[in-house]
């Protein structure tokens, strides 16, 4: 029988439970009853970096009473042993319910076609953190080859919900870290991304939305304060300014890259779109005959 590639199929050919008919899946796969646990080794791709303590000791629980309801996935190995594709809380809290075996898909694929599905299936099933997305994501365009447009149908998220995540990366790492654990939400730290030129004062709003615990909205002021004090204007022209810059915000987001509108008081102006390689400006060519 002709085995039927499993890449660039979208996430019925990806991933074993999903909710398209059984025979759309991989013809390479097969169910086994069991694996011994203590022969299945640990995914090199998982994206997860955390794994909450309390759920995995809920899940573990659960696992006792009911069983694993959810096969995991691997591959196996040239030296007889398996390998995790995808279900790393599930293999963990099965070894904390000290079972000795675990029901599993078994299927063929090489290193590329594992990244891809290890970092899908994360994405798609897991409660990841919004920067342990983004490094997925970015990980799916590099190391898996893949155009933002690509990106988006693999995830089923469109392109500006793409951009959005992969901009988070630019933030300083302790607004990564704040953002991981929970100090901030994404929300803020979009609004934070309106001072992604200016590091130092990004840094001191980052601190003082913590100690104050700001609202998003609070943010977002602040941010379009900061830029309005920057470069003073008569009050005239504040609700034109205004508008600058939410137009400055909008396109920022199309273009999912930093955009500058300048205006002077006679309303002539200029919009600049920066790009740093000869792809981010096919990407940007690409998009405006959108």
């Known amino acids: ?38 022969k299945i080794e640990v995914n090199p791709y998982q994206p997860r970096t955390h ?11 659960s696992i006792r009473v009911q069983g694993i309801i959810q096969p995991i996935t691997v591959r196996k190995l040239d030296n007889g042993n398996y390998q995790l594709i995808s279900g790393e809380r599930r293999l963990q809290a099965s070894k904390l319910a000290n079972l000795k075996t675990i029901p599993a898909y078994i299927r063929t694929a090489d290193k590329q076609q594992m990244l891809e599905m290890a970092l899908i299936e994360n994405i798609q099933r897991e409660n990841l953190n ?14 898996c080859d893949l155009k933002q447009e690509e990106l988006g149908d693999r995830v089923g998220k469109n392109r500006s919900t793409v951009n959005n995540y992969l901009r988070l990366l630019k933030l300083p790492t302790i607004v990564q870290t704040g953002l991981k654990e929970n100090q ?6 979009r609004a934070l991304l309106g001072l992604e030129a200016d590091n ?5 709003l980052f601190k003082k939305t913590v100690a104050e615990q700001l609202s998003v909205r609070k943010v977002e002021e602040l941010v379009r304060s900061f830029h309005q004090s920057e470069t003073p204007a008569p009050k005239k022209t504040s609700v034109v300014r205004k508008e600058m810059f939410e137009l400055q915000e909008k396109l920022g987001n199309w273009f999912g890259t930093k955009v500058i509108v300048k205006t002077d008081q006679t309303n002539k102006g200029e919009i600049k779109i920066p ?4 792809e981010e400006l096919e990407a940007l060519l690409k998009r405006l005959k959108k």
Do not use: C, N
């Not at 901030?184 to 730290?189: D, E, F, K, L, Q």
């Open 275 to 278: 790009f740093k390689s000869k």
């Open 1 to 38: 029988m002709k085995q039927r590639r499993g890449l660039g199929k979208g996430l019925s050919t990806l991933l074993p439970d999903s909710d398209e008919k059984k025979e759309e899946k991989i013809v390479t796969d097969e169910v086994s009853s069991s694996l011994p646990i203590d």
């Open 184 to 189: 901030i939400s994404m929300g803020h730290a």
């Open 200 to 204: 130092e004062a990004l840094l001191k």
């Open 130 to 143: 919004a920067i342990e997305t983004a490094q997925s994501y970015l990980r799916l365009m590099t190391e």
């Open 51 to 61: 794994f909450d303590e309390a759920a995995l000791q809920e899940l573990s629980d």
